[in-house]
C-alpha cells in the first residue's frame, strides 16, 4: 500500500514537472517575441509629449509691461532665430551676474535657460525685450 501512494505521488510529481516546464517554455515564448506594435506606439506617443510643450515666462517686474508697451512695435520684431541668439548672450551674463553676486538687487535669480530648447517666439521674445528694458533702465550689459 505505501509503494502504491509513493508510485502515485511519483507520477503526480512527474505530471507537475511537465506541466511547469511546459508553462515555462510557454512563458518564454512569449517574452522572446518581437513586439514591434507596442515600441511603435510608445514612439507616437513620446512624439505627441514632446510637440505638446508649451512654455511660458512670468516677469514680476510691475514697470516692464508699460516699458515694453511705449517701447515695443511690430516694426522692431526680429526673427525667433534673433532672439534665441540674443537671450542665450543675455541669459549667460545674467547668470554670470547672479553668481557673482553682482547688482544682487536687480539680478536676484539664476535663469535655467537651454539654447538648444525652441522656447517658442513670445517667449523668446518677452525675454529678449526684458533684458533690453534691464539694459535701458538699470544701465546693466546683458548683450554685451
Known sequence: MF??????????????????FIAFMLLMAWACSPQKDISKASADI????IDSTE???TIFDTDFDRWYLLHFSPALDRS???????NDR????????FTRN??????NSYI?????????????????WYFRFIEETCKIKLFR
Do not use: S
Not at 46 to 49: G, I, M
Not at 102 to 107: D, E, L
Open 112 to 128: 535655467n535657460f537651454n539654447p538648444t530648447i525652441d522656447y517658442g517666439m513670445e517667449v523668446n521674445r518677452k525675454l529678449y
Open 3 to 20: 509503494c502504491i501512494v509513493l508510485h502515485q505521488i511519483f507520477i503526480k510529481h512527474r505530471k507537475m514537472k511537465k506541466l511547469l
Open 102 to 107: 553682482r547688482y544682487n538687487q536687480v539680478v
Open 46 to 49: 513620446k512624439q505627441v509629449v
Open 80 to 86: 525667433n532665430d534673433y532672439y534665441r541668439l540674443m
Open 55 to 57: 512654455y511660458e515666462i
Open 90 to 97: 543675455g541669459v549667460t551674463n545674467w547668470n554670470q551676474y
